[in-house]
């Protein structure tokens, strides 16, 4: 590893400046480089948010991302010499064939305490981790009773997350694309990908109704995510599930367990929900407002009248 690693290179730093200061930690797929170009690309653009040049501070905080990275990589390619990397696997899948989801990069465990936290993982839950590296994401989903699943696509991680998980009720390793297995059992899902395997999977994720996401790192693109919390300096964004239901011109969207949108041609509402005994309860903030629903249809994904105001609540 070049001692140049976390150099900094000037009052205003372009990016390839930068890349040349960082010698052979940035390098080809295959290599003994830590980051490709594209990983590097994306560490940038989340730190320049567009601009083409960064300050001293911006390189300072952007060269102690890399610097934790590296020493988290380095610590795990120890004890994994002789893997097969992961942009050097078979490329017999599609996601194999375009530079991965993802390189691999441990998620340190406050963020994994914080990602169950976020999805409120329990027993009842079909948990999957796309592209699980050493499964301690799985395991620790596992222990708090749900049914955990690790996709990945390297055979010496999976194998490696297969052992970090043995014996643990309801968890287990797939070895295999991420892309080809399937979601439609999961209730929540947690992601962390660059940019670019977030956007190949993105349209996999939207096909879901009744999943909610946490992504590591970066956002989901597109999508607005439901919350923000910060560990470490990284961010993990929340998407609650998202159901759409139908009648006529008008359209019910529930947020969630809690909150819901409601289009009617031109005019738009928000609020809260409840359920009570079939009943689907709204009021909104426009005079404390209230409305009932007693015909969603969950099959069809339809509703059966317009939502009725039905007066101010007391």
Same mark, same amino acid.
Not at 123 to 135: A, I, K, P, S
Not at 163 to 183: N, Q
Not at 245 to 262: E, I, M, P, R
């Given at each position: ?32 480089? *830590? ?10 653009? +989340?730190?320049?948010?567009?601009? $083409? *040049? ?15 990275? *590296?020493?988290? %990589?380095?610590?795990?390619?120890? #004890?994994? +010499?002789?893997? *097969? ?15 991965? #989801? %993802?390189? /691999? ?5 406050? %963020? =994994?305490?914080?990602? #169950? ?19 301690? /994401? =799985?395991?620790? &989903? ?35 694309? %991420? ?5 439609? +059992?999961?209730?929540?899902? @947690? ?14 994720? &939207? ?6 996401? =946490?992504?590591?790192? /970066? ?23 998202? +159901? ?15 909150? @819901? ?36 249809? /969950?099959?069809?994904?339809? @509703?059966?009248?317009? #939502?009725? $105001? ?5």
């Amino acid at each position: 590893m070049s001692a140049q690693v976390g150099a900094q290179v000037g009052a205003q730093t372009t990016f390839d400046a930068w890349v040349a200061s960082k010698g052979d930690a940035v390098g080809p797929p295959g290599t003994t480089s *830590v980051l490709t170009p594209l990983a590097a690309r994306e560490l940038w653009d +989340r730190e320049a948010q567009g601009a $083409d *040049v960064l300050d001293a501070a911006s390189v300072q905080r952007l060269d102690a991302v890399i610097r934790a990275d *590296v020493k988290r %990589a380095t610590a795990f390619q120890a #004890l994994l +010499r002789g893997r *097969v990397d992961r942009r050097r696997a078979p490329a017999a899948t599609p996601s194999a064939s375009r530079n991965e #989801l %993802a390189p /691999f990069n441990p998620t340190p465990e406050a %963020a =994994v305490a914080k990602a #169950l936290e976020l999805l409120d993982v329990g027993e009842g839950d079909v948990v999957y981790d796309v592209g699980c590296g050493d499964g301690r /994401f =799985v395991a620790a &989903a596992a222990r708090r009773g749900a049914e955990a699943v690790g996709v990945e696509l390297d055979a010496a991680l999976a194998k490696r997350a297969a052992a970090a998980v043995a014996g643990l009720a309801g968890a287990r390793i797939v070895h295999g694309d %991420a892309l080809a297995e399937p979601l439609d +059992r999961a209730t929540k899902v @947690f992601l962390y990908l660059v940019p670019s395997g977030l956007k190949t999977i993105v349209s996999k994720l &939207a096909a879901l109704r009744n999943v909610t996401v =946490v992504a590591y790192t /970066f956002a989901l693109p597109g999508w607005a995510p439901d919350r923000r919390e910060v560990v470490g300096g990284i961010s993990l964004y929340l998407y609650l599930p998202r +159901r759409t239901f139908s009648c006529g011109t008008c359209q019910l969207t529930l947020v969630g367990d809690a909150k @819901f949108t409601y289009v009617d041609g031109p005019s738009r509402i928000e609020g809260t929900y409840t359920e009570d005994a079939g009943d689907f309860i709204f009021k909104w903030p426009a005079r404390s407002k209230k409305g009932v629903l007693r015909s969603l249809d /969950f099959e069809r994904w339809t @509703f059966d009248e317009p #939502l009725v $105001d039905e007066g101010v609540e007391e």
